[in-house]
């Protein structure tokens, strides 16, 4: 886990990460857990993620895109102090289709809405705080995937509008990832040129792997931002500032 909070810094908190079965999800799930939080990973395919998510308390299988099935979870809760939103997909050059184009945004843009909405009465009784995955492609062009790319740029003033409807009692900011090493870039991690190209780019000089978020959302979601909402932080190894 890529943190150095301190042991317990989490106790007695209860995290929601939708989209937490799979890829920085996992990981972040994984990362409160450590920290004492008492974690729900919800996404799809649950029951192959758990030899990976142990140390959660519980994996539930959950449809962002299902209005009926995010309802029903979040009123089987009875407290959250923080909900992180992982939950997205790519589906690159098929998204120029009008009804791919449409079921990305289903999922990444709507699905977040839908979730920071169901999850938000419970969070203005903790004080808690929301804290959404956005992309480095919230700020450049993504020819080979224009679905994702708007629907990550959407994230961004998604993050910023609902920071400031649910103040005082809610922060919400966001994390915006570069390349990192998951199942959805794994086309990308196995073709040379790119990966040359991609490693080239970045001035850490490699690629992120799913850890490397881990802290920024802790931090984000910590009493040591308890002064910042709207916020979107780049975890991208530098790439967005070439």
């Known amino acids: ?51 990976v998510l142990t140390q959660v308390t519980e994996v539930v299988e959950l449809d962002v895109t299902t209005e009926a099935e995010v309802d029903q979870f979040f009123n089987s809760l009875t407290r959250l102090d923080v909900l992180v939103n992982c939950a997205g997909v790519i589906r690159r050059a098929d998204e120029y289709q009008m009804d791919i184009f449409q079921g990305v945004l289903e999922v990444n843009l709507v699905g977040t809405m839908r979730v920071c909405l169901a999850g ?17 492609t919230s700020l450049f062009a993504s020819p080979h995937a224009p679905a994702y790319g708007a629907s990550k740029a959407a994230i961004v003033q998604l993050t910023k509008s609902l920071a400031a409807s649910f103040a005082p009692n809610v922060r919400v900011n966001a994390v915006a990832p570069g390349w990192i090493r998951t199942a959805l870039t ?57």
């Open 1 to 51: 886990m890529g943190t150095d909070f301190r042991t317990g810094a989490f106790a007695d908190k209860r995290v929601v990460v939708t989209g937490g079965t799979s890829g920085i999800g996992a990981a972040v799930a994984v990362g409160f857990a450590a920290l004492g939080a008492q974690v729900t990973a919800a996404g799809l395919n649950s029951a192959d993620a758990l030899p």
């Open 120 to 136: 938000r009465e419970l969070l203005t009784s903790a004080h808690g705080s929301i804290v959404n995955v956005a992309s480095m």
């Open 186 to 242: 794994s086309p990308l991690q196995h073709d040379p040129e790119t990966d040359r190209r991609i490693i080239n780019r970045t001035p850490a000089a490699r690629w992120g792997e799913p850890d490397d978020i881990v802290g920024p959302v802790v931090w984000l979601a910590s009493t040591g931002a308890a002064f910042v909402t709207g916020a979107v932080l780049p975890v991208d190894g530098g790439y967005s500032c070439i």
